[in-house]
């Protein structure tokens, strides 16, 4: 049967693949323009067909976030992967199982600690780990400030451990806190500059350190310049959603990813409507809750893509989804939205709710509908 958004049963994760491949060219373009190797962030979307598109358009290599997904990408004969989590000592073993079978796979660590587990992992499987350090450009989450001594102590210890230092890493993750163009240039700016600094110090003291890894998908839309950037990962650029419309770095026709969903019952007294979209498609994810302005569980639009202004998927349970209207109910909701109907709901956190899905549905240019796998699952 050809599938259509009439026939799809639902709920079903949509990609405008149009949308899609603007925004993977405009990525692209903006790194190329900048001189600096773009390492995509699979995760947002781990699907084959996806990545291909990416690396087609000029990336190389790719950044993951679980060894599930380093492990999808060397099947599909990528070799350069990064994994960009501190790295537990119980995944090292895996860790060298993928290197000796060819993948050049990167791993990341901050800490001492850390440093010596891999150096133990490295004479325990005779293994050259390619390591990189995480700096802290920005107090969001983990690594280490570019003046901390233990930076050098650590590249010491991997270095006198056989080990080999990759290069330097840094993600402005409190890029997603803003809403200005001029706040989003200073913290790419700050980011591109503590990540260099901190391996102008590694340099200092003898210590190798070729690569220096950035990586936003805001930052990287905001740089003016990337002097001493090798390459920048970026992941959700390549399907944008409403937290990304919020800080300003997309409009909403560059939003790819939206969840299919039917109309099942009314609460008219309410003003709701109830569709099959809850949180089990649209996750839990309220990104926009602190940002200027909230969208709820997601913004509802026409099966075509159109918005529907005020409309916001408001509530979610497992299954259920409501949907509300900001300045009343419709007095032609039922008529309006009649049950079997079919709308579009733009998520909050595109990564989120892809992974509540095990595939996508491509809809190109003339609305053809094609299954795309996804790699479902850690």
């Not at 099959?276 to 200027?292: N, V």
Request: glycine letters at 10%; proline letters at 3%.
């Amino acid at each position: 049967m050809t599938l259509s958004l009439l026939t799809l049963d639902t709920p079903a994760a949509l990609i405008d693949e149009a949308r899609m491949m603007r925004n993977i060219h405009l990525m692209q373009a903006r790194m190329n323009a900048l001189g600096v190797r773009l390492r995509p962030h699979v995760k947002t979307s781990k699907s084959e067909a996806v990545i291909r598109r990416q690396l087609a358009a000029g990336a190389q290599g790719v950044t993951v976030s679980t060894l599930q997904e380093a492990e999808a990408c060397f099947a599909l004969g990528i070799t350069d992967v990064l994994y960009a989590v501190t790295i537990a000592p119980a995944r090292l073993e895996q860790v060298s199982t993928l290197r000796r079978q060819g993948c050049r796979l990167g791993i990341l660590t901050d800490s001492l600690a850390g440093a010596q587990a891999i150096v133990a992992a490295g004479q325990r499987y005779d293994e050259v780990f390619e390591v990189w350090l995480e700096i802290d450009c920005d107090g969001h989450r983990a690594g280490l400030q570019p003046d901390d001594p233990r930076l050098v102590q650590i590249a010491e210890l991997l270095s006198a451990g056989g080990m080999r230092l990759a290069g330097v890493l840094t993600h402005a993750g409190s890029s997603y806190a803003l809403d200005d163009p001029q706040a989003l240039q200073a913290l790419a700016e700050q980011e591109r500059a503590c990540c260099v600094a901190a391996a102008e110090r590694l340099r200092a003291q003898g210590l190798a350190c070729p690569q220096v890894s950035i990586g936003s998908t805001p930052t990287a839309l905001s740089a003016l310049d990337l002097t001493g950037v090798t390459e920048v990962r970026a992941g959700v650029y390549v399907f944008q959603d409403l937290v990304m419309h919020n800080v300003g770095i997309c409009q909403a026709e560059d939003l790819a990813l939206s969840v299919l969903t039917t109309v099942i019952g009314h609460q008219v007294e309410k003003g709701w409507l109830l569709v099959d979209a809850g949180w089990m498609a649209l996750s839990r994810d309220r990104g926009t809750q602190r940002q200027r302005r909230d969208f709820g569980y997601g913004q509802v639009c026409t099966l075509d893509g159109r918005w529907l202004e005020g409309a916001l998927l408001t509530g979610a349970n497992q299954e259920h989804g409501i949907v509300s209207f900001a300045g009343g109910c419709p007095d032609d909701l039922e008529q309006r939205f009649p049950v079997g109907s079919r709308l579009r709901i733009l998520p909050n956190h595109a990564c989120a709710t892809g992974g509540q899905f095990e595939r996508y549905h491509a809809v190109d240019a003339s609305g053809a509908v094609t299954p795309w796998s996804r790699l479902h699952g850690r």
